[in-house]
């Protein structure tokens, strides 16, 4: 199957695959540039984006807006015609500094999850950047539309629909995703469409549908598209990339992985996530939890420092390092055997043989 393009709000990709972003420090300029000069639609993390910032400890918050125009202006400099987005949890505390920074520094487009972002039209208003929100339902997907219109008079460029499979944070409850009782993508999906498709036909608009989590695959894309979704985001597949950002080891922690590592958990936000098994997570959620020596602020209200089994910011920046810490990934990282690139994984993507995907 040739896979078609995907156009949203007039930002036409010549693939329909957008690679999802990853958090801390996994997704960045040099992955994000690298897809979308493969055709597809590249994403900046812009979770504690500052990290590598000598001076982030003691500003966490001036640090991120610094790098989140740093990594634009490199992800411009190495793909300067391909699309480039950022994708922002809407729970942080500083979510409308670090959208509105982005948005100033030309962003093409604006993913955001981790509870409904019901704030990020106003956010964008009077700029080109085009907005995406994060759904695991239907029942969610019509509260956003809902009330993006009511009170922004703005209709989404497009919806991403996320299944259980994903990596990192999830939309669903912990006690359903533990017991398999979750709905699947494939079902949300078509209740997301089915209400989307209504809502084009009554506003007179087109709002592509992205489906995403666990998507590894040619043969996956293949059957979002037949069951009518306009594209698809993909996150684990790309983390396994020469060009992706993230430390050897966090990426060798992939290839590493075996049937069953892949642990659902309760992560330090309040919500559900899927991470490796590794050490670190069995030392905070089956040995009583590792303390916490600094808080860097960045959930006030959500996350105790007293209470919590872990500081989230600081076990990412462990795995971002390559020193451990808390590894997310998708449900199938297991089936991940090599390090590749990204032209490389971006053709068989696509659909093409084993010779003409590695090029010979």
Known sequence: MKLPELNIGGLCARLPI??????IGVSLSRLASAVA????????????IGFRDPHFRENPVKANLKAIGEEIAKARALS??????????????HYAEYVREAVKNGIDLIISGAGLPLALPE???????????????????RLVLTNWLKKHNRIPDGVVVEGPKAGGHLGFKLDDLLAGTEQKLEDALTEVLA?????????GVKIPVIAAGGLNCHADIERMLKLGADGVQMGTVFVATEECDAADGF??????AKPGDARIILSPTGFAARAVNTEFVQRAYDEGGIPVEHCFGCMPGICHPDTTPYCLSNALFQSARGEGGLVFCGARVDEIREITTVPKLMRRLSGLSASQASGT
């Open 251 to 256: 990426k060798q922690t992939y290839v590493n």
């Open 18 to 23: 957008i690679q999802g972003g990853m958090g």
């Open 123 to 141: 956010l964008v208003a009077g700029t080109k950047t085009r907005i995406l929100p994060i759904v695991s339902s239907a029942r969610a997907c």
């Open 37 to 48: 000069n493969e055709g597809g639609i590249g994403i900046i993390s812009g979770v504690q």
């Open 195 to 203: 209400l989307v498709r209504d809502f084009e036909v009554k506003h």
């Open 80 to 93: 300067p015609r391909g699309i480039i987005g950022m994708n922002f949890m809407s729970i942080d505390s």
